[in-house]
Nanobody, 124 residues
Framework: QLQLVESGGGLVQPGGSLRLSCAASGSTLDYYVFGWFRQAPGKEREGVSC????????KYGDSVKGRFTISRDNAKNTVYLQMDSLKPEDTAIYYC?????????????????WGQGTQVTVSS
């Protein structure tokens, strides 16, 4: 059974960068679509980015487009989220999720399993 563990979160100043990693175990990544989601205090979980099983197709939420980059290394069983030009409004818990569906979508339904999340705080 596929299990996901996120890492790489932390405290960063506005304008800074972080790279999140999502390490997968229990199954090969090759046939899964992966997504990154985030949830800020008092807000609903929102889709940040997703990547197709091949890695050729990606999608980004409007608030992160041009600043965040999703990638995957199937040989290392890891999915990444490079976050640049971070803003205070990017502060949230970031979650990695997978789906056996071939559709890369930022909707939060029909995803699973989920990781436990990693905290990202952008503050001076």
């Amino acid at each position: 059974q596929l299990q996901l563990v996120e890492s790489g979160g932390g405290l960063v100043q506005p304008g800074g960068s972080l790279r999140l990693s999502c390490a997968a175990s229990g199954s090969t990544l090759d046939y899964y679509v992966f997504g990154w989601f985030r949830q800020a205090p008092g807000k609903e979980r929102e889709g940040v980015s997703c990547i197709s099983s091949s890695g050729w197709r990606t999608k980004y939420g409007d608030s992160v487009k041009g600043r965040f980059t999703i990638s995957r290394d199937n040989a290392k069983n890891t999915v990444y989220l490079q976050m640049d030009s971070l803003k205070p409004e990017d502060t949230a818990i970031y979650y990695c999720a997978a789906t056996g569906s071939p559709i890369c979508t930022l909707a939060t339904s029909n995803w699973g399993p989920w990781g436990q999340g990693t905290q990202v705080t952008v503050s001076s």
